[in-house]
């Protein structure tokens, strides 16, 4: 069974400063995302990541994969108030399992002027 | 990216009935539909996956007597949520992909209240 781990839950921090979200997986999977989701809206897509040492950037974020150690990492820099959100990493499908995706809990993010 | 587009945004039905709700991608062909549910402050959780004219696969704990899913054209799927209950109250979520190995691309998501 797929495990999908974020830390932490949640995070209070004040704009402009930096800060990374981490998701840990439990088995070898084709891609990992990372989506956005507001309150009360669906999710919004940030990162797709397909490969070992993949990086992409996008504005104040940046997502990397590290698929031997299992790990993705989103890291906010210099954060502003706009960002505050929930983020979530998602891994999938499995490779005869699962076609869908199996979500971390979420990182609920709030950043304070 | 993609469109796809969920229809109603928000519904609230009596214990007892049914309800349906749609899942549409507007400018692609969707092999693969996926439905997600989502309890306020916590996660996604995979409810099933539908392919175009086969019937749904649904992930352990979940009844398919109770949520019906049909995927008779490329791009439109269908939950029903049969006999409510307050506890079915959730946001629902599906999702889309035109091919295998490709991204699934997120609906608006069903905000589905239960009286």
């Known amino acids: 069974e797929l495990k999908v781990e974020q830390n932490p839950l949640f995070l209070s921090m004040q704009e402009g400063k930096n800060y990374t979200i981490y998701c840990n997986y439990s088995t070898t999977s084709d891609r990992l995302y990372w989506y956005r989701q507001d309150p009360g809206k669906s999710l919004e897509s940030l990162f797709v990541?397909?490969?070992?040492?993949a990086v992409k950037q996008e504005g104040r974020l940046m997502a990397s994969l590290d698929t031997k150690a299992r790990l993705s990492t989103l890291h906010i820099t210099a954060a502003v108030h706009d960002l505050s959100a929930t983020y979530f990493c998602?891994?999938?499908?499995?490779?005869?399992?699962?076609?869908?995706?199996?979500f971390g809990k979420g990182t609920h993010l709030i950043i304070q002027p | 990216g993609a469109v796809v587009s969920q229809h109603p945004s928000r519904v609230i039905c009596k214990s007892g009935t049914s309800v349906k709700i749609e899942c549409r991608s507007l400018?692609?062909?969707?092999?693969?539909m996926f439905w997600y549910r989502q309890f306020p402050k916590q996660s996604l959780m995979l409810m099933a996956t539908?392919?175009?004219?086969?019937?749904?696969?649904?992930e352990q704990g979940v009844e398919k007597d109770k949520f019906l899913i049909n995927h008779a054209s490329l791009t439109l799927s269908t939950l029903t949520v049969t006999s409510a209950h307050p506890e079915d109250s959730s946001f629902y979520i599906c999702?889309?992909?035109?091919?295998?190995?490709?991204?699934?691309?997120f609906g608006q998501g069903t905000r589905l209240t239960v009286v």
């Open positions: 539908s392919n175009e004219g086969s019937k749904a696969t649904y």
């Open positions: 990541l397909l490969s070992n040492g």
């Open positions: 999702s889309a992909r035109e091919v295998v190995n490709t991204e699934a691309f």
């Open positions: 998602a891994v999938g499908p499995l490779r005869g399992g699962a076609d869908g995706l199996t």
């Open positions: 400018d692609f062909q969707a092999t693969t």
